[in-house]
Antibody
Framework: QVQLQQSGPGLVKPSQTLSLTCAIS??????????WNWIRQSPSRGLEWLGR?????????EYAVSVKSRITINPDTSKNQFSLQLNSVTPEDTALYYC??????????????WGQGTLVTVSS | SYELTQPPSVSVSPGQTASFTCSGD??????ACWYQQKPGQSPVLVIY???KRPSGIPERFSGSNSGNTATLTISGTQAMDEADYYC?????????FGGGTKLTVL
């Protein structure tokens, strides 16, 4: 049974860095058939995919254009987890952040497991 | 950028059929997924690759995708199905979500 457990602060000051971690159980961050995503949700932007990391003989990262200059997603194989860093945050980055696994089976990936969500507020 | 459009709300009586549409340019050339989200909960996958149901999802959930429109159908809608429903597809290596449709079971 795959489980994703999120952790990280719920309050970040403007211009600082938002950091969240997603611990994986029941699968491996190095899986050749999964990718590890961050998705956020806010009333103004709905569900917004931020990016993902995955391993296919080497590590790959893909990021949404909207945050590409500010985002880093890193795998941590020693702890079987992955992290999100979003730099230079503004109040517009206030949202409920989810980690999620997407599973690829030679057709099209789909998000089959989600973390519990972390509400992050950007405020001084 | 690629966009998916969903109507904001759908209302049905218990036992009736609820249909949700998701529109996007040549969406039928891509695979569509659907997620159910109840208040205070994380989204749950209910349909993937247009028509497939994950294990544990009731048979009353079904999907189709053709032309510019993907459709999620709930047959014999139950009160427990009241939730927000989101469609999702991939545009190159970017996941795109629709704005969501709120289902009210009257």
């Amino acid at each position: 049974q795959v489980q994703l457990q999120q952790s990280g602060p719920g309050l970040v000051k403007p211009s600082q860095t938002l950091s969240l971690t997603c611990a994986i159980s029941g699968d491996s961050v190095s899986s050749n058939s999964a990718a590890w995503n961050w998705i956020r949700q806010s009333p103004s932007r709905g569900l917004e995919w931020l990016g993902r990391t995955y391993y296919r003989s080497k590590w790959y990262n893909e990021y949404a254009v909207s945050v590409k200059s500010r985002i880093t997603i890193n795998p941590d194989t020693s702890k079987n987890q992955f992290s999100l860093q979003l730099n230079s945050v503004t109040p517009e980055d206030t949202a409920l952040y989810y980690c999620a696994r997407d599973l690829y089976d030679n057709m099209s990936p789909y998000f089959d497991h989600w973390g519990q969500g972390t509400l992050v507020t950007v405020s001084s | 950028s690629y966009e998916l459009t969903q109507p904001p709300s759908v209302s049905v009586s218990p036992g009736q059929t609820a249909s949700f549409t998701c529109s996007g340019d040549k969406l039928g050339d891509r695979y569509a997924c659907w997620y159910q989200q109840k208040p205070g909960q994380s989204p749950v996958l209910v349909i993937y690759q247009d028509t497939k149901r994950p294990s544990g999802i009731p048979e009353r959930f079904s999907g189709s995708n053709s032309g510019n429109t993907a459709t999620l159908t709930i047959s014999g809608t139950q009160a427990m199905d009241e939730a927000d429903y989101y469609c999702q597809a991939w545009d190159s290596s970017t996941a795109v979500f629709g704005g969501g449709t709120k289902l009210t079971v009257l």
